[in-house]
C-alpha cells in the first residue's frame, strides 16, 4: 500500500481470526484489496472452521439447511448456463471446487470434468461423491478445456494477474470462461458497509466491481459477453450480515434488505453477485 493509498474501510475477520483488515482501492483498476494480505502458507489458517460451509456438507442449522436447499437449485441453473454454450466437447474444469457437487451435477448432464480444491476436507467430502479433485492448476498443466468456471473462487487467488493467466492458458482458443464474484458496488454491501459478510477477509483478497473486472481480464484479451444476477445472494448475505451487526440472525430484516438490493438492481444491474460470462476478444 503507497503513501498515497486511500483506506475506504476497516472490517473484520467475523468468523475465524477476529483479526481486522483494511480494505483499499487498486490504483490502477476498480476493486478493492484486503490489508494486510495474508502469506499464501499462512492463508489456510483462515479457512479452519466448521462455519466455512462451502468446505462441507453440514446441515446442523436452519440457516445451513436453507443454503443445501438454495444451493441445489442453483447448482441446475449454473449447468443449464455451461450446457447454453455451444462447444465442440463438453470439457469442463471448476477451480475451487469445493465438495465437488458442481461436478458431479455437471457429469449427469454428460460434461468431462476436473476440478481444482486445495481444502483437504473439502476434497474428502468430494471423493466419498465419485469426484476426484487435483490440488493446483499444476498437476493439470498441459491440459485444455473448453468451459472453465470459478463459482467465487476468483476473490480468494493470491498472485490474482499471474493466476489469470495460468487459468487462460488453460482454455482452449474459443473457450468460455465463467466467474461469479460478490459485487462491491451492489446496495446490500452500501448498506452493511463494514458488516457486509460477502468481504470476508482475508479470505477474500479482492472485492470487484463490473468495472474492475472488464479492466482485470481485458489484459489478458478477455471480453465479457454476458453477466447475470445470482438473486439468492442477496438474502445469504444479508443473513451473514445481519449476524455479524448485531449478534443474531434477523431473517425478517435480512429479507428486507435482500429484496431492496434485488429490486434496485433491476435498473443499476448492481446485484449482490454478478456471474460474468467471458470470451477471448476476436
Same mark, same amino acid.
Given at each position: *500500500? %503507497?503513501? =498515497?493509498?486511500?483506506?475506504?474501510?476497516?472490517?473484520?475477520? +467475523?468468523?475465524?481470526? $477476529?483479526?481486522?483488515?483494511q480494505?483499499?482501492?487498486?490504483?490502477?483498476?476498480?476493486?478493492?484489496? =484486503?490489508?494486510?494480505?495474508?502469506? #499464501?502458507?499462512?492463508?489456510?489458517?483462515?479457512?479452519?472452521? #466448521?462455519?466455512? !460451509?462451502?468446505?462441507?456438507?453440514?446441515?446442523?442449522?436452519?440457516?445451513?439447511?436453507?443454503?443445501?436447499? @438454495?444451493?441445489?437449485?442453483?447448482?441446475?441453473?449454473?449447468?443449464? &448456463?455451461?450446457?447454453?454454450?455451444?462447444?465442440? $466437447?463438453? %470439457?469442463?474444469?471448476?477451480?475451487?471446487?469445493?465438495?465437488?457437487?458442481?461436478? *458431479?451435477?455437471?457429469? %449427469?448432464?454428460?460434461?468431462?470434468? =476436473?476440478? !481444482?480444491?486445495?481444502?483437504?476436507? /473439502?476434497?474428502?467430502?468430494?471423493? $466419498?461423491?465419485?469426484?476426484?479433485? +487435483? =490440488?493446483?492448476?499444476?498437476?493439470? /498443466?498441459?491440459?485444455?478445456?473448453?468451459?472453465?468456471t470459478?463459482?467465487?473462487?476468483? #476473490?480468494?487467488?493470491?498472485?490474482?494477474?499471474?493466476?489469470? #493467466?495460468?487459468?487462460?492458458?488453460?482454455?482452449?482458443?474459443?473457450g468460455?470462461?465463467?466467474?461469479?464474484?460478490p459485487?462491491?458496488?451492489?446496495?446490500?454491501?452500501?448498506?452493511?458497509k463494514?458488516?457486509? /459478510?460477502?468481504?470476508? @477477509?482475508?479470505?477474500?483478497?479482492? +472485492?470487484?466491481?463490473?468495472?474492475? !473486472?472488464?479492466?482485470?481480464?481485458?489484459?489478458?484479451?478477455?471480453?465479457?459477453s454476458? !453477466?447475470?444476477?445470482?438473486?439468492?445472494?442477496a438474502?445469504?448475505?444479508?443473513? &451473514?450480515?445481519e449476524?455479524?451487526?448485531?449478534?443474531?440472525?434477523?431473517?425478517?430484516?435480512?429479507?428486507?434488505?435482500?429484496?431492496?438490493?434485488?429490486?434496485?438492481? $433491476? /435498473? %443499476?444491474?448492481e446485484?449482490s453477485?454478478?456471474?460474468?460470462?467471458?470470451?477471448?476478444?476476436?
Open positions: *500500500m %503507497t503513501k =498515497t493509498s486511500k483506506v475506504l474501510l476497516e472490517v473484520k475477520d +467475523h468468523s475465524v481470526s $477476529k483479526e481486522t483488515f480494505l483499499v482501492k487498486n490504483a490502477e483498476m476498480d476493486f478493492l484489496e =484486503t490489508i494486510p494480505q495474508p502469506a #499464501e502458507n499462512e492463508l489456510g489458517k483462515y479457512y479452519e472452521s #466448521e462455519d466455512y !460451509i462451502s468446505h462441507t456438507d453440514a446441515k446442523r442449522s436452519l440457516f445451513e439447511k436453507m443454503y443445501h436447499v @438454495v444451493k441445489s437449485y442453483s447448482l441446475n441453473k449454473k449447468v443449464k &448456463l455451461i450446457d447454453s454454450f455451444k462447444t465442440e $466437447k463438453k %470439457t469442463l474444469l471448476d477451480i475451487g471446487a469445493g465438495t465437488g457437487d458442481f461436478l *458431479m451435477q455437471a457429469k %449427469t448432464k454428460g460434461w468431462e470434468v =476436473t476440478g !481444482i480444491e486445495p481444502n483437504e476436507n /473439502a476434497i474428502a467430502n468430494a471423493t $466419498k461423491k465419485g469426484i476426484t479433485l +487435483h =490440488t493446483s492448476l499444476d498437476k493439470i /498443466a498441459n491440459e485444455k478445456f473448453n468451459v472453465i470459478l463459482w467465487h473462487v476468483l #476473490e480468494h487467488l493470491p498472485n490474482l494477474e499471474n493466476q489469470i #493467466e495460468q487459468i487462460s492458458s488453460l482454455l482452449k482458443p474459443n468460455v470462461l465463467v466467474i461469479a464474484v459485487n462491491y458496488k451492489s446496495y446490500d454491501a452500501e448498506y452493511y463494514e458488516f457486509w /459478510a460477502a468481504y470476508d @477477509v482475508p479470505r477474500h483478497l479482492w +472485492h470487484f466491481s463490473k468495472e474492475g !473486472i472488464a479492466q482485470l481480464f481485458s489484459k489478458q484479451n478477455f471480453g465479457i454476458k !453477466i447475470l444476477p445470482l438473486i439468492f445472494d438474502f445469504y448475505v444479508s443473513l &451473514l450480515s449476524k455479524y451487526k448485531n449478534g443474531k440472525m434477523n431473517y425478517f430484516k435480512a429479507f428486507q434488505i435482500g429484496m431492496r438490493s434485488n429490486s434496485r438492481a $433491476k /435498473a %443499476t444491474g446485484y453477485s454478478l456471474i460474468y460470462v467471458l470470451r477471448r476478444a476476436k
